[in-house]
């Protein structure tokens, strides 16, 4: 069922052994609104946990700092900035159904969970976890607020997509207030790059193609890609944005093989078009800016599928 802010705070005072799920190939704001979380929860004596299928990137891991790993059987299921359940990855055998409560802000989340709080108008889930936690009678700290802050921060593209709103600005002043070092994560989050990244990003912008006089770009990432250039998973981050920055594109598009017959696909586009729109007919979504979802096929079949759906997508609007 759907509750209310204050709704959610209240439950989550009346449990005890809480377990905090986050996404696969987890981003900036389901881990900054995990971290945000468990902290918060465990200023008030409680047994907190962030769980996470994929392994945390290294330059996520300042978010962490300071939460060690409490052992216990997580008798309360919270989910953050997780439009559905097939997004949590290994968790998802073991979580499934039993996911108590939802804090999400994407306008796709289908509603999985026993009690849900989502706000579309949000540009992030740690947006959304800003006006929660001091429902919960805990205050604001520097470290909350940088977990909060990067995960604002990471799904607005350091406040230049459409998701962006006076409120999300309003609420990063306050956090800069609080003390947030933004030139130090905005330098980690937007502008630091690994050799192998750079390796990786030389390869993918070699696979561009351009398709309807140039208004659909699509970037290939193989596995062999991937494991030549000595990546991780984390490094592929960002490359998703290349397409949409190109003149002219309507809809940036990147395929990243991860299995002889699975790809997960990343879509970019900018105002009037929506990407989630188009991601939705292969079974995902997202927001209107970005959106994603996965294919079960190969490579150059799913370059077809997505061109063409695309493209009725473009002849339609």
């Known amino acids: 069922m759907e509750v209310s802010l204050i709704e959610a705070a209240t439950w989550l005072l009346q449990q005890q052994d809480i377990g905090i799920l986050c996404h696969q190939s ?5 881990l ?42 997580p008798k309360a299921i919270v989910a953050v900035d997780v439009a559905d359940e097939q997004l949590l990855g290994s968790l998802q055998p073991v ?15 289908t509603h999985y969970a026993e009690r849900w709080f989502v706000n579309p108008q949000a540009s992030a889930a740690c ?25 604002i921060a990471t799904d607005t593209g350091c406040f230049q997509y459409i998701n962006v709103t006076p409120r999300t600005f309003r609420i990063a002043a306050e956090l800069l207030e609080l003390g947030v070092p933004a030139p130090k994560i905005n330098h980690a989050m937007f502008a630091t790059k690994s050799r192998e990244r750079l390796q990786l990003e030389r390869e993918a912008l070699n696979t ?45 598009v990147t395929i990243k093989e ?22 939705a007919k292969f079974g995902g979504g997202g927001h209107p800016g970005a959106a994603g979802c996965a294919i079960h096929c190969g490579v150059e079949e799913a370059k077809k599928q ?6 009725q997508y473009l002849e339609e609007i």
């Open 127 to 151: 947006e959304v976890m800003y006006s929660l936690i001091p429902l919960l009678g805990v205050k604001i700290d520097i470290a909350i607020a940088s977990d909060l802050y990067t995960g």
């Open 95 to 109: 979580y499934g159904g039993k996911i108590q409560l939802c804090i999400d802000h994407h306008p796709s989340n």
């Open 208 to 252: 561009v193609e351009y398709f309807r006089n140039g208004e659909i770009a699509v970037i290939t990432l193989t596995r062999k890609m991937v494991k030549e250039s000595g990546a991780a998973d984390e490094d592929t981050d960002g490359i998703a944005s290349i397409p949409r920055c190109i003149e002219g594109v309507h809809v940036g």
């Open 306 to 311: 997505l061109v063409a759906a695309i493209s």
């Open 258 to 279: 991860k299995a002889d017959d699975l790809v997960k696909v990343s879509l970019r586009a900018p105002q009037p078009y929506n990407a989630s729109e188009i991601c």
């Open 26 to 30: 987890p981003d900036g704001d389901t």
């Open 32 to 73: 900054g609104s995990g971290s945000a979380l468990c902290r918060a929860l465990r200023s008030l004596g409680k047994r907190a946990q962030v769980l996470c299928s994929d392994p945390i990137g290294k330059r996520f891991a300042f978010l962490f700092e300071g939460l060690e790993e409490q052992q216990f059987e």
